[in-house]
Structure formats: structure tokens, C-alpha cells
């Protein structure tokens, strides 16, 4: 019965930056591995990159060098600091459990367009 909410996106160029932000009602996650998750037009949705309850991290390889992740646990928070965004990155993001993955929040979308 935890809740993410998800906010940051908007609308950039081509090589502009977005911080996403994910907060967890309901419960707090200290000992979750948490993960950020995206979902473009007609595609599935997929891993984009995710956050061990230590702060170990990893991302897609479309990603990787131009996107972090990172927690605050005492805030219940997890981020992902997008930079060189590409077209290719418009998508709408969510956030979750990445082990067990509960409800998921409305997402929050970034369009990337010339």
C-alpha cells in the first residue's frame, strides 16, 4: 500500500537537464532498493536505473553518463538528475520498489523536442 509520487518533468531541448523527484507515502523504504522506471508511446515500459538501499547504483546502457540516481532516506526520496537529454528520452517516468515494485504513482512526463 505504498504510494510514490513522482514530479520534476517538463518540456526541454535537446542537451538540457531535468531533476525528477520521487517521495514515498505510506511507509518509509530505508531498506528498499528503489528504481526509476519510463514508458514512451507505444513501447513497454523499462528499468532506467536503480539504487540499493546502500547507495549502490546502476543504469541502461541508453542512459549511462547522462542520468543519476540518488536517495535520501531520511526523506523518503529518490531522484534521477537527467542531463544531455535526448528525444529519444521523452517518455513518462515513475518511480518503485525495484525488487517488488508496488502501486504504481501517475508518472511525471518529459518530452524532449526540438
Known amino acids: 500500500q505504498v504510494q510514490f509520487g513522482e514530479s520534476g518533468g517538463g518540456s526541454v531541448q535537446p542537451g538540457g537537464s531535468l531533476r525528477l523527484s520521487c517521495a514515498a507515502s505510506g511507509s518509509i523504504f530505508s531498506m528498499y532498493a528503489m528504481g526509476w522506471y519510463r514508458q514512451a508511446p507505444g513501447k513497454q515500459r523499462e528499468l532506467v536505473a536503480s539504487i540499493s538501499s546502500g547507495g549502490s547504483t546502476n543504469y541502461a546502457g541508453s542512459v549511462k553518463g547522462r542520468f543519476t540516481i540518488s536517495r535520501d532516506n531520511a526523506k523518503n526520496t529518490v531522484h534521477l538528475e537527467m542531463n544531455s537529454l535526448k528525444p529519444e528520452d521523452t517518455a513518462v517516468y515513475y518511480c518503485?520498489?525495484?525488487?517488488?515494485?508496488?502501486?504504481w504513482g501517475q508518472g511525471t512526463q518529459v518530452t524532449v523536442s526540438s
Open positions: 518503485n520498489d525495484f525488487v517488488h515494485r508496488g502501486s
